[in-house]
């Protein structure tokens, strides 16, 4: 009856995630493409995924290596974006905590879109923790084959005869717009970029750039938040 | 090459150790709305300064604009803008076709995207940024 209910929850689960695995996986490979493009190996390329399993930071963490940045402002820049992370297991802690000693292994699974799925499952039938498993494993195997294709496929390519040099620009661009809803949003992004080209103006390369961007140009969507909350 | 194991090894303990405190130090906390906000906004914030020192290069001490960084971003954005519409569409689509499950577990779980997830998320699910596709 139990192993009944499981395959049920699996054969859910899979329905649920295998859109997003799709999406995660071609997002994964240009990911690999990218990571051969500054001087990972496949081996370490696809390493980075199996230990790291985070799309935004591994893209960040590559663009910024190929834009001459240092391990530290690598690791405060990752730190910054993954501050989301903390609302994801305070949001889904409640849902996995039938899981007990296993939830530690589970909390490895938390990213976007598992707690997107998650949240929802909770929200709809409780605590799930075996659903929670299975959509994160699915999206996990999902990033890592897809990694692993993309740094075998980059590896094979002239990065100035493909125009993967302005891989990183697009592909930022391309997570970016999606976003761009509401005035503080917006407003975050505006500062952003009047902060960087200050910044970069002052010093050109400067290392802090990214960090102290991505620390202050929120305060001004908070303000803008704030004011529209008062309008 | 020792650098990079370094910086992995770094990488995969900080991304953990964000996922682990969620689950044990901050549940059942009460975050104030500013600082969830604030949270949702760092990721913007970081994607804008690393697209502007893209399309910004130093040379030889002074910035000098990139022409086809930047031209690159826009054809980018404006991809993402028109697949996201024609996206839109088949959404509205899908609700009226009520008897296709896959049309219908797409749908919903675009529509969940767009509601509850950050930018980094959001964009996932309607265009993957193949950048070698884009390029070409």
């Given amino acids: 009856m139990m192993r009944f209910a499981k395959r049920e929850v699996f054969k859910t689960a ?45 893209l960040v963490a590559v663009a910024m290596l190929a834009g001459g940045a240092g391990i530290a402002s690598v690791l405060l820049t990752v730190v910054l974006l993954n501050l989301r992370n903390l609302l994801y297991g305070a949001a889904l802690a409640e849902g996995l905590a039938p899981a007990k000693k296993w939830t530690s292994l589970l909390a490895f699974g938390i990213t976007d879109e598992p707690f997107v799925l998650a949240s929802s499952r909770f929200k709809k039938v409780g605590p799930d923790p ?19 294709t993309g740094a075998l496929i980059g590896g094979q390519l002239d990065p100035q005869k493909f125009g993967l040099d302005l891989a990183f620009p697009v592909t930022f661009a391309a997570l970016l717009v999606p976003g761009l809803k509401g005035k503080p949003v917006i407003g975050t992004a505006l500062a952003a970029v009047v902060m960087t080209f200050a910044l970069e103006w002052i010093k050109p390369g ?26 | 090459m020792s650098s990079q194991w370094l910086l992995i090894v770094v990488l995969a303990a900080a991304t953990y150790l964000s996922r682990i405190l969620g689950i044990t130090v901050m549940a ?44 690159a971003c ?7 803008l028109l697949v996201k519409k024609i996206s839109a569409i088949g959404r509205g689509r899908c609700r009226d076709r009520l008897d296709c499950p896959i049309f219908i577990m797409k749908c919903r779980c675009l529509n969940r995207i767009y509601d509850e997830a950050p930018i980094l998320f959001a964009s996932r699910s309607i265009l993957v940024p193949g950048s070698r596709g884009m390029v070409q």
């Fill in chain 1, 130 to 148: 075996f659903y929670f498993a299975a959509v994160a494993g699915i999206f996990y195997m999902a990033w890592i084959f897809a990694s692993l």
């Fill in chain 2, 74 to 80: 826009l054809a980018g954005a404006l991809s993402i």
């Fill in chain 1, 206 to 231: 400067n290392e802090l750039t990214i960090i102290v961007t991505g620390l202050l140009a929120p305060l001004v969507g908070l303000y803008l938040n704030r004011r529209m909350g008062h309008e």
């Fill in chain 2, 28 to 71: 059942g906390r009460q975050l104030s709305p500013a600082v969830r906000l604030y949270f949702n906004y760092v990721p913007t914030a970081i994607i804008v300064a690393l697209i502007i020192k893209q399309i910004f290069v130093s040379s030889n001490g002074h910035l000098v604009l990139s022409l086809p960084v930047l031209a």
């Fill in chain 1, 14 to 58: 899979s329905v649920e995630a295998l859109p997003l695995a799709i999406a995660i996986a071609a997002y994964g490979v240009s990911y690999g493409v990218l990571a051969t493009q500054v001087n990972f190996n496949v081996l370490t390329a696809v390493l980075m995924s199996v230990l790291v399993f985070s799309g935004s930071a591994q």
